[in-house]
């Protein structure tokens, strides 16, 4: 079955930094683009990040561009998004997702989806 398992998501003081990583397993992934999104509260799942497979296509939301920085390391089936200059409205659970294409912004794009973890961002 092929699963993804993000991590690393807790709580940060506002203006910190996180390190959220997604690991794919049961099948290989290097050909699928990666994106995270995230869900607060309330509110639709929205767009964050996404990369395409080869890592050389990247794309961001506003609300993160130049806070956050979407990578993948392929040899480990990994993605990783490092996130800088948190604020309280980045407070959500985030979610990986693969599919073929990580410029997509709906979720309906996207063929596979980790559990999410939580970001809580407290001033």
């Known amino acids: 079955q092929a699963q993804l398992v993000e991590s690393g998501g807790g709580l940060v003081q506002a203006g910190g930094s996180l390190r959220l990583a997604c690991a794919a397993s049961?099948?290989?992934?290097?050909?699928?683009?990666m994106s995270w999104f995230r869900q607060a509260p309330g509110k639709e799942r929205e767009f964050v990040a996404g990369?395409?497979?080869?890592?050389?296509?990247?794309y961001y939301s506003d609300s993160v561009k130049d806070r956050f920085t979407l990578s993948r390391d392929n040899r480990k089936n990994t993605v990783y998004l490092q996130m800088h200059s948190l604020r309280s409205e980045d407070t959500a659970v985030y979610y990986c997702?693969?599919?073929?294409?990580?410029?997509?912004?709906?979720?309906?794009?996207?063929?596979?989806w980790g559990q999410g973890t939580q970001v809580t961002v407290f001033s």
């Open positions: 997702a693969a599919g073929p294409d990580g410029s997509k912004r709906t979720t309906g794009a996207y063929d596979f």
């Open positions: 049961g099948r290989t992934f290097d050909r699928y683009a």
């Open positions: 990369i395409s497979w080869t890592g050389q296509l990247v």
